[in-house]
T-cell receptor, first 118, second 110 residues
Framework: DSGVTQTPKHLITATGQRVTLRCSPR?????VYWYQQSLDQGLQFLIQ???????AKGNILERFSAQQFPDLHSELNLSSLELGDSALYFC?????????????????FGPGTRLTVL | GIQVEQSPPDLILQEGANSTLRCNFS?????LQWFHQNPWGQLINLFY???GTKQNGRLSATTVATERYSLLYISSSQTTDSGVYFC????????????FGQGTILTVHP
């Protein structure tokens, strides 16, 4: 158990709908990352938050948005869903964004939310 | 951005065999992690190893940062080692954004 929790575990919805995925980081971790794993794209970074502020963005679609709340949990919102959005969505957390000596901290991954768009 | 290449793409072993998985990366890194994705999809941290050598039981890893590669060694493999092994790196001003390789699919037969 990594200490990162994600809900729900599974989500089945229809095209055009909107869903919210939730992530609670490990206790004490300030940084939250979202990743998408699909068959054709592999594991891809979507977005990072650090202590409530957006820190970095990857290839995140405009239909997707995220935020990190004062209690440090994060939500990923996916709207106008398409069949191609079906994927496993992971949240990860780390203590900080940058560590000492220019290193970045270990990221610990949650169990993922499996999204199926029908 | 940084490129990550893993080899071999597939590996089939008999229980008890040893194996070496390789990860090549295209630029200097400030984070390198090895993961095991089990059949249930969970990503399990194996090593945080941007440089040097670490060991954890039957697994060990070495990263030679100056030559831009990392190796994961699995000794005396067990059926529970089956799954996909990913190498992921972060470099430059990526603020921890991990770029993943395509993975090595390991199958261990009893």
């Amino acid at each position: 158990d990594s200490g990162v929790t994600q809900t729900p575990k599974h989500l089945i919805t229809a095209t055009g709908q909107r869903v919210t995925l939730r992530c609670s980081p490990r206790s004490g971790d300030l940084s939250v990352y979202w990743y998408q794993q699909s068959l054709d794209q592999g594991l891809q970074f979507l977005i990072q938050y650090y202590n409530g502020e957006e820190r970095a963005k990857g290839n995140i679609l405009e239909r997707f948005s995220a935020q990190q709340f004062p209690d440090l949990h994060s939500e990923l919102n996916l709207s106008s869903l398409e069949l191609g959005d079906s994927a496993l969505y992971f949240c990860a957390s780390s203590v900080r964004s940058e560590g000492t000596s220019g290193r970045t901290d270990t990221q610990y991954f949650g169990p993922g939310t499996r999204l199926t768009v029908l | 951005g940084i490129q990550v290449e893993q080899s071999p793409p597939d590996l089939i072993l008999q229980e008890g065999a040893n194996s070496t998985l390789r990860c090549n990366f295209s630029d200097s890194v400030n984070n390198l992690q090895w993961f095991h994705q089990n059949p249930w999809g969970q990503l399990i941290n194996l090593f945080y190893i941007p440089s040097g050598t670490k060991q954890n039981g039957r697994l060990s890893a070495t990263t030679v940062a100056t030559e831009r590669y990392s190796l994961l060694y699995i000794s005396s493999s067990q059926t529970t080692d089956s799954g996909v092994y990913f190498c992921a790196v972060a470099g430059g001003t990526s603020y921890g954004k991990l770029t993943f390789g395509q993975g090595t699919i390991l199958t261990v037969h009893p």
